[in-house]
């Protein structure tokens, strides 16, 4: 099957790919050969590229700055969106972004300009992460949890090289969560777009593209859309969360000292204990049930289990911090597992990967801490 291929005007081709399809890559080279462009425009961001091209390595160290700046559910989204990728049987037997490689190195082989057009892939998900809402968040991790298991052998499905398995995906998930759709499809369009109208008069431009954004890219330059820095400075801010659930965040410790210290001011023991004891046992349940979900090691539920009443007090803080660590102490990854989980070729290895099981159980221990403060604040409310 030919790639789509759509061309704005005599001096501007789109061709549209699939990320893990021969079939791509030898259209990629063909278009160049053929078509004869001076400027190849790759959907690629400069990280993508550089994975696509170095030797990754994780070490104990990354795997611990993964877990404190809170990134564990950015590489769970990306294994979600790997699995679901495999369930539509893309894999050809191309390293995936195998075309988006072709494109640059044919440009170079031929001596063309290359442009990285894309926007980092970690302000993409990061964006699309902070759009979601807690019921889609926590949707994501039971699509995780409930994967169904598969025999079939799967190749060359590296995850941190070809990030972009969003094309296939595209309508599907912006009806599951229309704020991740927003920063994965529109925003990513308008990125695209604006990136190559800034070279669009430079010459001839090729621009290899996921099949998926043809349509809003190809719109957008039609009605010729600018490059417009102020805006690309706009869709690269990586926002700090959504303004709801951080007043929510801040809110509930200010609410419950404030409540505490009511009682104690009034003499109240009796009040103060009920509460306290609803407050310990909300965080310490959510906290070491989720955990527990995530397959932790008992030492790691308990720490998440005591740790969640005081994190939940300060907004600054995470239980999944110490849960994982935790699981990392008792059952630290070997420089296999390390190894092993960059090829992130199946979601399984959540549970099978020793790296796979702290990202896990960060993620889910987090959730949970943050499930059972809400509860327990509702179960203090329902007793005033």
Same mark, same amino acid.
């Given at each position: ?33 053929? $078509?004869?462009?001076?400027?190849? *425009?790759? @959907? ?10 170095? !030797?990754? %390595?994780?070490?104990? @160290? +990354? ?12 590489? /769970?989204?990306q294994s979600l969106l790997a699995a679901e ?6 894999? !050809? ?13 044919? *440009? ?7 442009e990285l057009v894309d926007r980092d892939i ?5 964006? =699309? ?17 409930? @994967?169904?298991?598969?025999?079939? !052998? &799967? ?15 595209? !309508?599907?998930? %912006? ?16 990125? &695209? ?6 070279? %669009? ?22 009605? #010729?859309?600018?490059? #417009?820095?102020?805006?690309? #400075? ?25 409540? &505490?210290? $009511? ?53 600054? /803080?995470?239980?999944? $911090? ?12 070997? +420089? ?14 959540? $549970?099978?990967?020793? =790296? ?7 993620? &889910? ?6 499930? +059972? ?12």
């Amino acid at each position: 099957m030919a790639s789509p291929i759509i061309d704005v005007d005599e001096n501007l081709r789109l061709l549209g790919t699939a990320h893990v399809a021969t079939a791509s890559v030898e259209a990629v080279k063909e278009n160049i050969e053929n $078509w004869n462009p001076e400027i190849v *425009a790759v @959907e690629l961001c400069q990280s993508r590229f550089e994975a696509l091209t170095q !030797e990754r %390595r994780l070490d104990r @160290e +990354g795997l611990l700055k993964v877990i404190k700046e809170g990134k564990a559910p950015m590489v /769970l989204l990306q294994s979600l969106l790997a699995a679901e990728q495999r369930k539509l049987g893309i894999d !050809e037997g191309e390293q995936p972004g195998a075309e988006l490689l072709a494109a640059v190195n044919a *440009a170079n082989e031929y001596g063309l300009e290359v442009e990285l057009v894309d926007r980092d892939i970690q302000t993409t998900l990061r964006r =699309a992460w902070n759009k979601m809402g807690i019921k889609e968040k926590f949707g994501l991790m039971w699509a995780l949890l409930a @994967e169904e298991e598969t025999e079939e !052998e &799967l190749e060359l499905e590296d995850m941190l090289a070809d990030k972009d398995l969003l094309t296939s995906l595209m !309508e599907e998930l %912006r009806q599951v969560s229309p704020g991740a759709g927003e920063a994965l499809i529109d925003e990513r369009d308008e990125y &695209l777009a604006r990136k190559i109208s800034a070279i %669009r008069g430079n010459g001839k431009v090729l621009a290899v593209l996921g099949a998926g954004h043809l349509e809003g890219v190809s719109r957008l330059l039609a009605s #010729d859309i600018t490059s #417009d820095k102020q805006r690309i #400075d706009e869709l690269s801010i990586v926002p700090k969360g959504g303004r709801l659930i951080k007043s929510i965040s801040y809110a509930i410790p200010i609410a419950l000292v404030g409540l &505490l210290g $009511w009682f104690f001011y009034n003499g109240d023991i009796a009040s103060i204990k009920e509460n306290g004891i609803y407050w310990f046992a909300g965080n310490f349940i959510g906290a070491a049930l989720f955990c527990l979900l995530a397959g932790g090691h008992p030492i790691s539920i308990m720490v998440a289990a005591l740790a969640s009443p005081i994190t939940s007090l300060n907004p600054a /803080l995470a239980a999944g $911090w110490f849960a994982g660590y935790a699981q990392m102490k008792v059952k630290e990854p070997t +420089g296999e597992d390390l190894t092993e989980f960059l090829k992130l070729d199946s979601a399984k290895l959540f $549970w099978t990967n020793r =790296a796979g099981r702290v990202l896990l159980v960060t993620a &889910l221990t987090n959730l949970g801490s943050m499930a +059972g403060a809400w509860i327990s604040m509702g179960l203090i409310a329902v007793g005033l």
